[in-house]
Every structure is written in C-alpha cells, then in structure tokens.
C-alpha cells in the first residue's frame, strides 16, 4: 500500500481564495515533499520539508509538518487559475535507500 | 541543461513485445529513478538506482529490468508487454534525498 494518502481527493475552490491539501503517511521518514501535476506533464517539485522541521514557506505556499501525527499539510494562498493541477506528496524514508514513495494526490481546480 | 529526457513520448506495442523506454539526465545525479501512473493515481516506484552498476527494486517491479551503466542512463526494459503494463512512465533523478526532477514521461499502449 502507498506510503502517503492526501486528503481530499479533489477540491474546487474560487479564485483568491486558499486550498488546504493534507497528506498523511505510515513510517518515519527523513523528509516529505510536495510536487505540482499539470495536466499531461511530468511532475514539479514545489518544496521539501525535513522531519526535524515544522513549517517552511515558499512564495505562496506553506507546508507544515507534525511527525507525531504523521501529517502533513499544504497550503495555497490567493489562488489562482493557474494553480489548477494534481498536488502530491511523497516520502522519503528513514532507511538507507534514496526511494521516494508517493501518495494518491488532490485534483486542485481553481475556478476563474 | 536537457535535464531528464525521455524516448519515445508515446509507444503502442503488441502483447508479448518486448522494448527500452530510454531516460538520460545530463545533470549529474546519482539517483534516478522509474515511476507508473495509472489513471487517477499517484506514481509508483518500479525500479531505481544509487550510481552507476547499482539498481534496486520498487514497489512494482514485476515485468520490468533495469541496468546502470552510466549516471547518466537508466534505461527501463519491458520483457514481455501485457496490458497491465499500459501506463504513462517517468523517469526522475536527483543528486541526493532531494528535490527530484522528472522528465516528460512516455506514454505506453499495450493491445
């Protein structure tokens, strides 16, 4: 089974307003990450976050951290329609491999 | 930089063909990696590697052979395609546990 699960699946929300993504994993791990899906296209990494961090900013993004939970969250503020895309997280382990294991993914659709 | 590139982008094949899927990265990374997305769903890890001539397994490596010759190719061999292989394929590579950089993808029919 995937390591990561986001929650909700899809969300639509209007433009200017924020989207909240979460994503919840089983095992410890040495960081998590963020990646963007665009329709068709490869992925993009939006922002890492390690296991001794809480909280991170990039832009507009904001992502939190609570190993003790397990979860994960990401935010989006101001939306725009351009923000439109699949959002995933992925883990990487605490073991000695370099393997990064993803979740299911939240479909963002921000309306104009 | 190219970053990740990946040959063909799209390939039909007949059940039972064998082919390479290509992936180079001319960025110098010692990890890449091979990832499915089935419709809908996230990536799955089918093979990956730590340098040249070290390769593991994924969660799904089932009908799938890698090889790591050089760091810059990490070529992936379907051995003999069936439809549960149709897929869309990315390679990805990063220099550590970092941030990883796909390519385009290619997308696979298996008839």
């Known amino acids: 089974s995937q390591q990561g699960e986001e929650d909700p699946q899809a969300l639509s929300i209007q433009e200017g307003e924020n989207a909240t993504m979460n994503c919840s994993y089983k095992t410890s791990i040495n960081n998590l990450q963020w990646y963007r899906q665009n329709s068709g296209r490869g992925l993009v990494h939006l922002i890492l976050?390690?296991?001794?961090?809480r909280e991170k900013h990039s832009g507009r993004l904001r992502v939190t951290l609570d190993t003790s939970k397990k979860s994960s969250s990401l935010l989006i503020t101001a939306s725009r329609a351009a923000d439109t895309a699949s959002y995933f997280c992925?883990?990487?382990?605490?073991?000695?491999?370099?393997?990064?294991?993803f979740g299911s993914g939240t479909r963002l659709l921000v309306r104009p | 930089n190219a970053g990740v590139t990946q040959t063909p982008k799209f390939q039909v094949l007949k059940t039972g063909q064998s082919m390479t899927l290509q992936c180079a990265q001319d960025?110098?990374?010692?990890?890449m990696s091979w990832y499915r997305q089935d419709p809908g769903m996230g990536l799955r890890l089918i093979h990956y590697?730590?340098?040249?001539?070290?390769?593991d397994q994924g969660e799904v490596p089932n009908g799938y052979n890698v090889s790591r010759s050089t760091t810059e190719d990490f070529p992936l061999r379907l051995l003999s395609a069936a439809p549960s292989q149709t897929s869309v394929y990315f390679c990805?590579?990063?220099?550590?546990?970092?941030?990883?950089?796909f390519g385009p993808g290619t997308r696979l029919t298996v008839t």
């Open positions: 590697s730590v340098g040249a001539g070290i390769t």
């Open positions: 976050i390690r296991s001794n961090e």
């Open positions: 960025m110098n990374h010692e990890y």
């Open positions: 990805a590579s990063s220099r550590d546990r970092g941030a990883q950089y």
């Open positions: 992925a883990t990487v382990l605490m073991d000695s491999s370099y393997k990064l294991i």
